[in-house]
Each structure stands twice: as structure tokens, then as C-alpha cells.
């Protein structure tokens, strides 16, 4: 684990939706730069979690904080204008407008004192190449895996600090996880901070720091390690 201070502090994090309760009494930290996979089954609240440090569930913890700002009182776009950013399961790409377009719409001002240079199409076409040589393509148009890559592509040119990853590697060919592993690698060396989630932790070997294990919304410890 990082010795620096947390960039992200959540102790004792419950969430609901409506009267169901999903996830007890969550705590874990990311720190700035680090790397932290939540792994568990289908249902177990990964993605739950992910929706509760964003505030798209109501949820309530004795600490939720991002950089030392609570998040529990800040409507969801306050918390993205924070530095986080958000590749939901379902990606959610405008399959109307080009690769350009989507990467338009998710274009944010880096934070003051961010301490790195802005995101650019150019430098997100640099990472993925393969969006730069569709660029003028319908979202609608494009694979699964191609449409991941531009889920991502559209959180950086956010300018995040934290990047919230959820399944990135469900439903897309493993080459493509290959390629997906190899660019979060080099926005891990960036100093981002990832916290990704995985039913399996394949795509996050060799590239996590640390990995949970979250099962019926409650963590219960690192996750055993992953075969050689
Ligand atoms: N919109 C919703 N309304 C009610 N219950 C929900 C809703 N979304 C998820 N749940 C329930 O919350 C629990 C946790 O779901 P969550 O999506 O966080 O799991 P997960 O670990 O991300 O798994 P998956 O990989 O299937 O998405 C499950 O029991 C699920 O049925």
C-alpha cells in the first residue's frame, strides 16, 4: 500500500435501492497513483459501490471523501467536477454521434494545481490508436471492445485524478483486454488512480497494487491470488 495520503477515504459505506440494503459497512482508501481491484461475483455489490462513491445511489458512511471533500452532500456532477471520473458497465456511448462527438462531450478543464497536462485528443488517439483511425465513426458503428475503449477515452478527457472502472473487460475479446491492460498500465505510471472492478482479476494482475474481495455488499479481505 501507498504511504501517501489517501485520495480516496471511505469508511463504513452503506447503500440502498429503495428499501433493499446492498452494501455493510464499506472501508477501503485509494491512494494518489494506486491501483485497487474489487473483485467478487455477479450481484455482489461491485458496481453498487462504484455508483455510492458517485452518489447514484443513496447511500451513508461514516467517511466518504475524495481529496478531503466529503462527497456525501454533492450532486453526481459536483463529484465528477471533483476529478473523478466514470466508466460504467453499460459504457453508456452516444451510438448517434461520432468518436469524435462522444470525446467532445466528455471534455472537462483540468483542476488547478492538477500537476499534469490536460488530455488532448491527440493523446487519448495516442493511447488508443484505434480511435484515432475511426474518429469520424458512429458509436453505434463500433465493436465492444472498441466502444470500452472510448468509455475510457471519454472519463480522461474529463481530466481525472481517480478513475472508477467498472467490468472494463466484460463482453470484449482478450486481445482487447490485453490492449485495455496495457493502456490503464500507462495511466497507472501517469500518477492516476484506478479503482477497477472485476468478476475475475485477470486484467488486473501485474497492474493492481491491491486487490479486495467484496461478497453480498460486504468486503471480506484480499482476494487470494490469481494463478501464475
Ligand atoms: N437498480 C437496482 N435496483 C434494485 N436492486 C439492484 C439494482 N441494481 C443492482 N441491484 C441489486 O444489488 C445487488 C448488487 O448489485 P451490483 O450490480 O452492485 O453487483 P455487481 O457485483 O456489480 O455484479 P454484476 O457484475 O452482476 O453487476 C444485487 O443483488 C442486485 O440484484
Known amino acids: 500500500m501507498s504511504t501517501l495520503a489517501p485520495l480516496l477515504e471511505m469508511e463504513g459505506l452503506d447503500a440502498w435501492y429503495g428499501e433493499a440494503k446492498i452494501l455493510f459497512g464499506l472501508s477501503l482508501q485509494v491512494a494518489p497513483g494506486e491501483a485497487v481491484a474489487l473483485v467478487g461475483r455477479n450481484g455482489a455489490g ?14 451513508r458512511a461514516r467517511r466518504l471523501s475524495f481529496g478531503g471533500t466529503d462527497l456525501i ?3 453526481t456532477h459536483a463529484i465528477a467536477r471533483l476529478g473523478i471520473g466514470y466508466v460504467p458497465e453499460d459504457r453508456r456511448i452516444f451510438t448517434e454521434l461520432t468518436v469524435r462527438e462522444n470525446l467532445d462531450l466528455g471534455r472537462r478543464p483540468p483542476r488547478p494545481g492538477a500537476g499534469r497536462a490536460a488530455w488532448t485528443l491527440e493523446a487519448v488517439f495516442e493511447l488508443f490508436p484505434q480511435l484515432g483511425d475511426m474518429r469520424e465513426r458512429r458509436g453505434g458503428q463500433m465493436s465492444g471492445g472498441e466502444q470500452q475503449m472510448l468509455a475510457v477515452a471519454r472519463a480522461l478527457i474529463g481530466n481525472p485524478a481517480l478513475l472508477l472502472l467498472d467490468e472494463p473487460s466484460e463482453g470484449v475479446a482478450p486481445i482487447v483486454v490485453e490492449q485495455m491492460g496495457r493502456a490503464l498500465a500507462r495511466l497507472k505510471a501517469t500518477g ?6 472485476e468478476e475475475n482479476s485477470d486484467l488486473c494482475a501485474g497492474l493492481c497494487d491491491r486487490v479486495l474481495r467484496i461478497e453480498q455488499g460486504e468486503l471480506r479481505g484480499p482476494a487470494p491470488a490469481p494463478p501464475p
Do not use: H, W
Open 46 to 59: 461491485k458496481s453498487t459501490t462504484l455508483k455510492a462513491i458517485i452518489g447514484l445511489v443513496r447511500r
Open 73 to 75: 452532500p454533492l450532486p
Open 192 to 197: 492516476l488512480s484506478l479503482l477497477i472492478c
